[in-house]
């Protein structure tokens, strides 16, 4: 693929930060970046369902970091986290919604969260919160949202049409939360914070999906099932989310674009905690 837009994630940050060092297998010259949208260039041998021309997108999700997708062309199998770019939808938006969109679509389908069920998002300004906010809102589902008051709350209220209730998680959590919901949250979407403490929140017999590591060792002694996300950006997947950006349905929310040239300015702008998805412009 020749890429025209990537995006920043968390797993980018960690990588370039060495957190990741001895967990997963680091090929130099490392490249990073997993989002990713663009046109195909090229077919390797018995690729089938796609044309030289094809506008796509997708997620880079090789079982090594290396071969990202912060460069002018990025090669993937054709058969996973790989997707047409529908009519509608902006390459823009396209390099932006692979990774955090299948996590965030993950996570509230693994809680299987329904209409009516109230559900605390923890850091909902991020890329992955500000799309959960938008997915279980459109599914009925009573929001919850942690920010910091001022911009991070204008910014997270005007995410989507339906009413999102918004505390402070630098104040009294417990106590905001309640006042919402008495007898405890049915879910957590735990994207930031103490996990167990956000545990302390979720009604008995309530669940808490985590794509950033709380297990159920972490919540002994509460009735509380904890889902670990490892999200899945398949085709299927992929296909879906850019159906809903396309008709209306769902926004990316990139709030800032930076050059190839700017990507050092990109990933402080990510650690300067810049709200919604960074994009990165490849072509």
Same mark, same amino acid.
């Given at each position: ?6 995006? /920043?994630?968390? @797993? !980018? ?9 001895? =967990? ?18 090229? /077919? ?9 021309? $094809? ?9 090594? +970091? ?30 932006? +919604? ?7 679509? $993950? *996570?509230?389908?693994? =809680? ?18 500000? /799309? ?11 929001? @919850? ?11 997270? &209220?005007?995410? &989507? ?6 505390? $402070? ?13 008495? !007898? ?23 669940? @808490? ?7 159920? $060792? ?11 996300? =490892?999200? !899945?950006?398949?085709?299927? &997947?992929?296909?879906? +989310? ?31 905690? &810049?709200?919604?998805? @960074?994009?990165?412009?490849? *072509?």
């Amino acid at each position: 693929m020749k890429v025209a837009v990537a995006s /920043l994630n968390g @797993i !980018d940050v960690a990588t370039a930060a060495g957190y990741l060092q001895g =967990m997963m297998e680091h090929r130099f010259p490392l490249v990073l970046g997993k989002d990713f949208a663009g046109t195909v260039e090229a /077919l390797g041998e018995g690729v089938e369902g796609f044309a030289v021309g $094809d506008a796509v997108f997708g997620v880079v999700m090789e079982p090594f +970091l290396g071969a990202g997708s912060l460069a002018q062309y990025v090669a993937v199998p054709a058969g996973h986290s790989l997707a047409r770019i529908p009519a509608g939808l902006k390459a823009e938006d396209a390099g932006a +919604l692979g990774l955090a969109g299948a996590t965030a679509a $993950d *996570s509230l389908n693994a =809680m299987a969260l329904v209409e009516q069920e109230t559900v605390l998002i923890s850091g909902a300004a991020g890329g992955v919160g500000s /799309l959960a906010v938008q997915l279980a809102a459109a599914r009925g589902a009573v929001v @919850i949202a942690t920010a910091r008051p001022g911009a991070q709350t204008d910014y997270v &209220t005007g995410l &989507t049409g339906a009413e999102v209730h918004v505390v $402070d998680f630098t104040g009294d959590l417990q106590a905001q939360v309640r006042a919402i919901a008495p !007898d405890g949250v049915d879910a957590v979407l735990h994207l930031a914070g103490d996990g167990a403490q956000l545990a302390g929140l979720v009604r008995p017999g309530g669940r @808490i999906a985590s794509p950033v590591g709380l297990t159920q $060792d972490a919540v002994k002694g509460k009735d509380v099932t904890v889902h670990p996300i =490892m999200a !899945d950006p398949n085709a299927p &997947t992929l296909t879906a +989310l850019a159906e809903q950006v396309a008709s209306g349905a769902l926004r990316v929310p990139v709030t800032a674009t930076y050059s190839l040239e700017q990507a050092a300015q990109a990933f402080a702008a990510f650690g300067a905690s &810049t709200p919604g998805k @960074i994009a990165v412009s490849c *072509s």
